[in-house]
């Protein structure tokens, strides 16, 4: 059973291994054995009470790794699991007989979850069911439609800088757009020249970006994992991001190059040539 | 002609490409000013919710947070105690619980319990019927709207609670809104006798969360000290001390990617400014030049570049403030939607400081985005420059 021990921290005093009778076991997680000084092997006492009253003693089996939780992954997780009937004695009085918070049941085919939960509810109505997938799934896509908002705002600002690149770029070759035109370069040409830049250009930015953000993402992961002291993964460049990465930016590009080129070119030659 | 009508003109003889440097700006800087908006609004926000309820020290049995430790033992004692200290002008005990609730058409749903005394403060505000009142029978209990609507329990309706058997029936006695109610959720507060007989196995005089509000004159971090001197086994927190709390552990992660879009988008800014000068100097190299060879000092063409930053990124950054806003608005509901935020929550807040810093780290990047075309003009050997754009 998964117990959040922080309210037993403070009870939570080391002593000699030497016990007359052996301890219960219990599974002490990373964070808590290393931010205690603690080691398998050693013995703790244990209170359900914040003053330390009806302390027993349990003996470190292992240490565990918690599952990641992403609405949980900036608190710490001091936590310990302890055998069912241990928890129910340490609690004592407040537990009645053999009552539990909550069962978790593992399903045949887990694609009955919901229909189980709503018959549950149906038979049981002072009980509360809920597939262990709903909580989760609602938190990841919040954020997931936080930064794709957040996403969507700088391609709009990069599709501005880069519009403006390519304005300035057309403009700086003004005159060999007009002599090109002058020499019976269609403008058709002249505009497919530019396209094919603009997506030049693009896919290389776009290119670049993958290999950038591909390189730094563990960077990225090693600190946010640092930060919090967590196995969660927060940043992961899959293909499928990659491609729709590109797929954005190369339209962007050729567009950009197109509206900076059409500009340029539906002037008169002579004012091309500045004449 | 002095700077600024210069820069002026120089951008106003391109007029496609300052347009396009200026969209850039401001949206750049709108996101700026969103990121900056988030650094702290949730604290801001949540601050504004702890404060509304009249009490400004929390009180748990350990140093988790409240609902999330084992509760307080001999509670009424416990606030007797701390009541009678002169640092403190009032004490409230506060039970959490969660409960299945069956509403007089038989509909049934879960409901978020809280067991306290009756209002003193702004623990809750009243909308429609009476207040909490101790000593009835059945116990009343004030719901909040989505309770009401979904179990139909309005003012002197009678709701029985499931979870325990025999069902223990409640009287509606008002509609009110909590402070920390989230969107759509069911919740409830009763007295703590009724909390005791709602929720099977709970002991009546036990709280999880002691509210206290420190006596004028005194102020939060002398209650928290006496109370700290006067029962150490307690753990109280004063509104500060929970916000930095917070700061460092459960809105850390806002804060951090605040951090991190806020350093890209200033230096998208510098970037798009600097090389939108850069290359309009490069384009005027001849006319720099001219104006060297006339006279004017480098410190003046110097000038006039800054001039030219500070108009495209002063307008940018002016526009990007009533964008940003909007578009605060668009995020911030996004993530409300996040499951149990308070209704009342907001995680992108205005504040003077954020609008301080906006410009603050706009007028940065306008000076550091000038600086290198600065440079190119001061170096530049105005007899060859003249030479070379008279042969071309």
């Known amino acids: 059973m998964d117990v959040h021990l922080v309210p037993l921290l403070a009870l939570l005093l080391l002593l000699a291994s030497a016990a007359a009778e052996p301890a219960p076991g219990i599974l002490v997680s990373r964070t808590l054995l290393r931010d205690r000084g603690l080691e398998v092997g050693d013995v703790v006492r244990l209170s359900a009470d914040p003053r330390g009253a009806g302390a027993r003693e349990f003996r470190i089996a292992g240490t565990y790794e918690p599952a990641p939780d992403p609405s949980r992954f900036t608190s710490k997780r001091y936590e310990v699991r302890l055998h069912l009937p241990d928890l129910l004695a340490l609690q004592g009085g407040e537990a009645e007989g053999d009552s539990v918070g909550a069962v978790n049941i593992a399903l045949a085919d887990p694609a009955d979850a919901e229909a189980y939960a709503r018959e549950l509810r149906a038979r049981a109505p002072g009980v509360a069911v809920a597939p262990t997938t709903a909580g989760d ?32 770029r057309a403009d700086e070759r003004r005159e060999v757009a007009g002599l090109l035109r002058l020499l019976g370069v269609s403008r058709r040409r002249v505009l497919a020249q530019a396209l094919v830049e603009g997506f030049c250009i693009a896919a290389a930015g776009a290119g670049f970006g993958v290999v950038f953000a591909a390189a730094t993402q563990g960077a990225v992961n090693a600190f946010f994992q640092w930060r919090y002291d967590t196995t969660l993964v927060f940043v992961r460049v899959t293909p499928a991001i990659a491609a729709w990465c590109v797929a954005l930016a190369l339209p962007l590009g050729v567009l950009a190059g197109l509206v900076a080129s059409w500009t340029l070119l539906r002037r008169p030659v002579l004012e091309l040539l500045r004449r | 002609m002095r700077p600024l009508p210069f820069a002026w003109r120089s951008l106003s003889r391109q007029p496609a490409r300052a347009v396009l440097g200026l969209a850039g700006i401001t949206v750049v800087g709108a996101l700026l000013f969103d990121m900056l908006m988030l650094s702290r609004g949730l604290l801001l926000s949540f601050r504004e919710i702890l404060e509304s309820t009249g009490y400004d020290v929390r009180v748990t049995a350990t140093d988790a947070l409240p609902g999330l430790g084992p509760p307080i033992a001999e509670a009424r004692a416990a606030a007797r105690a701390l009541g009678s200290l002169p640092e403190v002008a009032d004490v409230v005990p506060v039970r959490f619980g969660s409960v299945s609730v069956r509403g007089a058409d038989g509909r049934t749903a879960s409901v978020a319990l809280l067991g306290t005394e009756t209002r003193r403060r702004g623990e809750w505000r009243v909308l429609r019927g009476s207040d909490l009142v101790e000593g009835t029978e059945p116990p009343s209990i004030v719901v909040n709207r989505a309770m009401a609507q979904e179990l139909g329990a309005e003012p002197g309706a009678v709701v029985e609670v499931a979870t325990v058997l025999p069902a223990q029936p409640f009287r509606v006695a008002g509609v009110v809104e909590f402070p920390f109610e989230t969107a759509g959720e069911a919740s409830a507060t009763v007295t703590l006798d009724g909390f005791a007989r709602a929720v099977g196995g709970v002991a009546a005089d ?23 001197a006067a029962r150490a086994d307690l753990h109280p927190f004063s509104t500060e001390q929970v916000l930095e709390r917070l700061r460092q552990g459960e809105f850390s992660y806002f804060r951090q990617v605040s951090f991190v879009l806020s350093t890209i988008t200033s230096f998208f800014a510098f970037l798009l400014v600097t090389t939108l000068l850069t290359v309009s100097v490069n384009q005027r190299l001849g ?41 605060a608005r668009v995020l911030d509901a996004i993530l409300r939607q996040m499951p149990d935020v308070p209704a009342r929550l907001h995680f992108f807040v205005f504040e003077p400081r954020a609008l301080a810093l906006h410009a603050a780290l706009l ?14 003009t001061a170096r530049l050997p105005i007899a060859a420059t003249l030479r070379r754009e008279t042969l071309s």
């Open chain 2, 363 to 376: 007028a940065g990047a306008c000076l550091v985005a000038a600086a290198y075309p600065a440079l190119l």
């Open chain 1, 137 to 168: 799934d609602a938190h990841f896509l919040v954020i997931e439609r936080f930064h794709l908002a957040i996403s969507l705002v700088t391609v709009v600002g990069s599709t501005a800088f880069l519009l403006a690149l390519m304005v300035i």
């Open chain 2, 206 to 228: 036990e709280a999880d969360l002691l509210l206290v509000a420190s006596r004028p004159g005194h102020g939060a971090e002398a209650a928290v000290a006496a109370i700290r």
């Open chain 2, 287 to 327: 006319e720099v030049a001219a104006l060297r060879a006339l006279g004017f000092p480098r410190r003046r063409i110097a000038a006039d570049l800054f001039a030219e930053s500070a108009l495209l990124v002063g307008a940018g950054g002016a526009l990007a403030i009533p964008l940003g806003l909007a578009l």
